[in-house]
């Protein structure tokens, strides 16, 4: 590749121009080149620390003639590599990959959640019945503890504590998954979980958490989308702008799933909003953030679920720079309990041409190099020399361009070409 400018992720910005090599899926060289007009952006493949391929976001499981498109959905934003956390054995859809030949990210697979027993863990393919589970050798390191209550109660932190220092004496990490709860926040924290999932609940005590550092996967899509669908004319105005941003979305879901009103009592009782305030309360837990778009959950498909994800965390985590100016305008019901000012869709930022970028560079970081060290990955989430040529393809600067980080032209993985929006032949690099 000739005259581009890739991610450097020392600088946390792109590089000048640079020319590309690529040798056999790895990068074997990088040079500087003479600058042109109009390059394409580089970036390292993505990483999603907590996907749910089994379920189809519709309700419903992945059917086998589904997965083909399921596992591209992921490359068209970018994802080189998922962990899938609530599924059975991955084995035999590795091997179906490598029979047939479907292009898809690279895969692995935490331990088996484990579950508060008295809470129905189904035919106990998926989940394990309280702190007693085994580990499985063809899994990866991950040990996720799911904190959801039963009748106000779960597992003690005298429980959680010797378990999380089990775990990682056997060389292991515990995940502490809250679902939004305090009382499971607060628990995992108390009891030392260096990982957190779901969104901070108000009030929570981060006193002991500011003396130590730990990774926080928001998850913020999940509940965003309940919330959504108390509103089907905004959703749908959603649905159009996530076909924009992911033409893979546009072509096998837009249509696929309609939210109706009147089900509303399913929705959860706390408004999204409150989540949201606490997260830019807490501003000292967003340098600790992680990446996970929880794909699989309710109307949160491949790629789509990770640009809900993303401009959500663009809009929580834009300056106060025109807080005042906001203020001002005329209220408008769903969406002044959101963020308090009138809009037809979330994903539509105030211009702020000095923020903005500054938020895309961190939410860069977090995608690659934060998550991607965190999953193992075989790039790290970097490009360098000696490293696999795994990466996206972008016409525009993503820093800058209205649409932010998405959507992809292309996306590369081993060195060869996995997914294209064009029409082009997939199977070698550019």
Not at 201 to 207: C, Q
Not at 232 to 251: D, F
Not at 297 to 307: N, V
Request: glycine share 8%; charged share 25%; with cysteine.
């Amino acid at each position: 590749m000739k005259s581009v400018r890739i991610w450097d992720s020392e600088k946390a910005n792109f590089s000048g121009f640079v020319n590309i090599e690529v040798v056999q899926g790895k990068i074997v060289s990088i040079q500087q080149a003479k600058e042109i007009p109009n390059p394409e952006f580089i970036l390292p493949g993505f990483c999603d620390a907590s996907v749910t391929i089994g379920a189809n976001a519709v309700g419903g499981k992945t059917s086998k003639g589904e997965l083909p498109k399921v596992l591209l959905g992921y490359l068209s934003a970018g994802f080189s590599h998922i962990e899938s956390v609530a599924d059975p054995n991955l084995a035999p859809l590795l091997k179906e990959m490598a029979k047939s030949k479907w292009n898809g990210p690279i895969l692995s697979q935490s331990q088996k959640p484990n579950l508060y027993p008295e809470l129905n863990v189904g035919d106990g393919a998926i989940y394990q019945s309280g702190l007693k589970g085994t580990f499985d050798p063809k899994r990866n390191r991950h040990f996720p503890i799911f904190l959801k209550e039963m009748d106000n109660r779960g597992f003690s932190q005298t429980e959680l504590f010797s378990k999380r220092k089990e775990v990682e004496e056997n060389g292991h990490l515990a995940l502490a998954y809250t679902f939004a709860d305090k009382t499971s926040w607060e628990d995992a924290l108390d009891t030392g979980f260096s990982v957190l999932f779901h969104p901070m609940p108000e009030g929570t005590n981060l006193f002991r958490a500011q003396k130590r550092n730990f990774l926080w996967a928001p998850m913020f899509g999940i509940l965003y989308l309940q919330e959504l669908k108390k509103n089907p004319e905004v959703w749908k105005e959603e649905q159009i702008h996530w076909a924009k941003l992911n033409p893979h979305y546009a072509k096998y879901w837009k249509e696929s799933l309609v939210p109706e009103e009147e089900n509303s009592e399913s929705f959860p009782t706390i408004p999204f909003s409150v989540f949201a305030s606490q997260f830019q309360l807490e501003k000292e837990t967003h340098s600790n953030l992680l990446f996970a778009s929880g794909a699989g959950h309710l109307g949160l498909f491949p790629g789509q679920a990770a640009i809900v994800e993303v401009k959500l965390w663009e809009s929580l985590l834009q300056s106060d720079v025109k807080k005042e100016e906001r203020q001002n305008e005329s209220p408008s019901n769903f969406w002044d309990s959101v963020f308090g000012r009138k809009t037809y869709t979330i994903l539509s930022l105030p211009k702020d041409e000095e923020s903005l970028p500054i938020i895309r560079r961190r939410i860069i970081q977090t995608l690659t190099e934060t998550t991607c060290q965190y999953l193992g990955a075989d790039h790290g989430g970097k490009l360098r020399v000696g490293g696999p040529a795994h990466f996206s393809i972008l016409t525009e600067n993503p820093l800058k361009r209205t649409s932010g980080i998405f959507p992809i032209e292309s996306m590369v993985l081993g060195g060869k070409l996995v997914y294209t929006s064009k029409p082009t032949k997939e199977g070698t690099a550019k």
